[in-house]
């Protein structure tokens, strides 16, 4: 393996690429993984299906059912991944014994099992509210319901989650990026777009105005394009949050699903990014009407670790994952799409950066195509089997050791 690394490597020299200084910048860009691709967005409430415009298909078995079972999952995940790790919980996944507790009173200590283990994992804690699976949720509206009572709920639910996420940032020492996605939208074209807008942005005001301190815990407000039973109008549209996070200090998170089939984020992080201080990604796939298939190595995957790459967004740009498929086995779901993220990230710091920007200043866009195309079929595996290797992680057989989870401990699952 070394010498077909060292191959490898000296091809890269030669185009001026310094590998172990990308190995090195990859081990601290942290990659975001989402604790609900483990149990299809289920959490331990009990909760009848999922709503909320969003869609888990596929029955495989092994879903992971309570938390002891999903942490066991993301243990042998993160054994699959190299690089820094982070985890991202949703509110659903509050641990109350038992006992229902509302969401609107849900505190730090019903997440203290998760943080334990975080701290254990020496993993930093990500955090979302839920706005979705709840009976709170009228007529397919939260935050931005015309019902005051409704909106109530929904502004305590959020501001209970900034606690929990401020909690999880003291503890570990490690800033949580709490995101606020809402599902709230209409299946039919709305008379009225404008009051519903006014009144999603009044309750997140009155969340945001309790007090969090930003070194523990920063906010990030999340855009869509449509939902299933909200295609006419979605309340939180792209502009809709660009203004309010630009107007308000926040992260804007964008999330790759969640556009027009032919727009992409990648191009939207430069352009964010001269008026932001910081954003969040929910690196994700659209198929047709689907925003949440499986990360794989597509064009726009390595277009949005480049954009990162390029302008140094390191540490301005959170990378989080985004979708679940219940149709193939769920850790391998979990781990292509994470080991894709990581994989992108590292194509990205090793590409000619230096002969290709040479030619785009030169005028030679002839030659800035042509290294941009063979760039795609230099040696790079020898250098992502080295970086796992490096860090006590398989290559690809990874997948017969998910197999073997597979056979001893998921398929055991009722
Ligand atoms: C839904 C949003 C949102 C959710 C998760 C579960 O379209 O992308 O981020 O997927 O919060
Ligand atoms: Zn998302």
Same mark, same amino acid.
């Given at each position: 393996? =070394?010498?077909?690394?060292?191959?490898?490597?000296?091809?890269?020299?030669?185009?001026?690429?310094?590998?172990?200084?990308?190995?090195?910048?990859?081990?601290?860009?942290?990659?975001?993984?989402?604790?609900?691709?483990? *149990?299809?967005?289920?959490?331990?409430?009990? &909760? $009848?299906?999922?709503?909320?415009?969003?869609?888990?298909?596929? #029955?495989?078995?092994?879903?992971?059912? #309570? =938390?002891?079972?999903?942490?066991?999952?993301?243990?042998?995940?993160?054994?699959?991944?190299?690089?820094?790790?982070?985890?991202?919980?949703?509110?659903?996944?509050?641990?109350?014994?038992?006992?229902?507790?509302?969401?609107?009173?849900?505190?730090?200590?019903?997440?203290?099992?998760?943080?334990?283990?975080?701290?254990?994992?020496?993993?930093?804690? *990500?955090? %979302?509210?839920?706005?979705?699976?709840?009976?709170?949720?009228?007529?397919?509206?939260?935050?931005?319901?015309?019902?005051?009572?409704?909106?109530?709920?929904?502004?305590?639910?959020?501001?209970?989650?900034?606690?929990?996420?401020?909690?999880?940032?003291?503890?570990?020492?490690?800033?949580? @990026?709490?995101?606020?996605?809402?599902? $709230?939208?209409?299946?039919?074209?709305?008379?009225?777009?404008? &009051?519903?807008?006014?009144?999603?942005?009044?309750?997140?005001?009155?969340?945001? =105005?309790?007090?969090?301190?930003?070194?523990?815990?920063?906010?990030?407000?999340?855009?869509?394009?449509?939902?299933?039973?909200?295609?006419?109008?979605?309340?939180?549209?792209?502009?809709?949050?660009? !203004?309010?996070?630009?107007? %308000?200090?926040?992260?804007?998170?964008?999330?790759?699903?969640?556009?027009?089939?032919?727009?992409?984020?990648? $191009?939207? @992080?430069?352009?964010?990014?001269?008026?932001?201080?910081?954003?969040?990604?929910?690196?994700?796939?659209?198929?047709?009407?689907?925003?949440?298939?499986?990360?794989?190595?597509?064009?726009?995957?390595? =277009? @949005?670790?480049?954009?990162?790459?390029?302008? #140094?967004?390191?540490?301005?740009?959170?990378?989080?994952?985004?979708?679940?498929?219940? &149709?193939?086995?769920?850790?391998?779901?979990?781990?292509?799409?994470?080991? %894709?993220?990581?994989?992108?990230?590292?194509?990205?710091?090793?590409?000619?950066?230096?002969?290709?920007?040479?030619?785009?200043?030169?005028?030679?866009?002839?030659?800035?195509?042509?290294?941009?195309?063979?760039?795609?079929?230099?040696?790079?595996?020898?250098?992502?089997?080295?970086?796992?290797?490096?860090? #006590?992680?398989?290559?690809? %057989?990874? @997948?017969?050791?998910?197999?073997?989870?597979?056979?001893?401990?998921?398929?055991?699952? !009722?």
């Amino acid at each position: 393996m =070394a010498s077909m690394f060292d191959a490898a490597k000296k091809v890269y020299e030669d185009l001026g690429v310094d590998v172990e200084a990308a190995f090195k910048r990859l081990d601290q860009i942290p990659v975001s993984l989402h604790c609900w691709q483990g *149990d299809d967005v289920a959490g331990f409430e009990n &909760s $009848d299906a999922l709503d909320g415009g969003i869609a888990v298909t596929g #029955n495989y078995p092994g879903r992971a059912r #309570n =938390a002891d079972e999903l942490r066991a999952d993301i243990e042998k995940v993160l054994s699959f991944l190299p690089g820094k790790k982070r985890l991202n919980l949703h509110a659903i996944y509050a641990e109350t014994d038992g006992k229902p507790v509302k969401r609107n009173e849900i505190e730090p200590k019903h997440f203290a099992r998760w943080a334990d283990w975080a701290k254990e994992h020496e993993l930093g804690l *990500d955090f %979302n509210p839920s706005y979705f699976s709840h009976p709170m949720m009228k007529d397919g509206l939260t935050l931005s319901s015309p019902d005051a009572g409704v909106r109530r709920f929904w502004v305590e639910h959020g501001i209970a989650c900034r606690t929990i996420a401020e909690s999880f940032g003291k503890k570990l020492r490690n800033t949580c @990026i709490t995101n606020f996605w809402v599902p $709230d939208g209409f299946k039919d074209t709305p008379f009225d777009r404008l &009051s519903p807008r006014e009144r999603l942005a009044d309750s997140l005001d009155k969340i945001f =105005a309790s007090p969090c301190n930003p070194r523990y815990n920063r906010d990030a407000v999340e855009c869509k394009l449509f939902g299933i039973g909200a295609e006419s109008c979605t309340v939180g549209s792209h502009e809709f949050y660009m !203004g309010y996070a630009m107007k %308000n200090g926040k992260l804007l998170c964008l999330d790759a699903g969640h556009f027009h089939p032919t727009e992409v984020i990648s $191009d939207k @992080i430069t352009s964010t990014l001269m008026f932001l201080d910081e954003i969040l990604l929910h690196v994700s796939r659209g198929v047709r009407w689907d925003s949440d298939h499986v990360v794989t190595m597509t064009e726009e995957l390595r =277009a @949005i670790a480049e954009e990162i790459v390029r302008h #140094n967004y390191d540490r301005r740009v959170h990378i989080g994952l985004d979708y679940f498929d219940a &149709s193939i086995n769920r850790v391998m779901a979990w781990t292509i799409g994470a080991r %894709n993220m990581y994989k992108a990230l590292l194509m990205a710091l090793t590409e000619p950066a230096a002969i290709i920007r040479k030619a785009e200043k030169s005028g030679d866009k002839s030659s800035r195509l042509a290294w941009m195309e063979e760039a795609k079929t230099l040696p790079f595996g020898a250098l992502w089997e080295e970086y796992c290797r490096r860090n #006590n992680v398989p290559g690809a %057989n990874w @997948i017969d050791e998910a197999k073997t989870y597979e056979k001893e401990v998921l398929a055991k699952r !009722g």
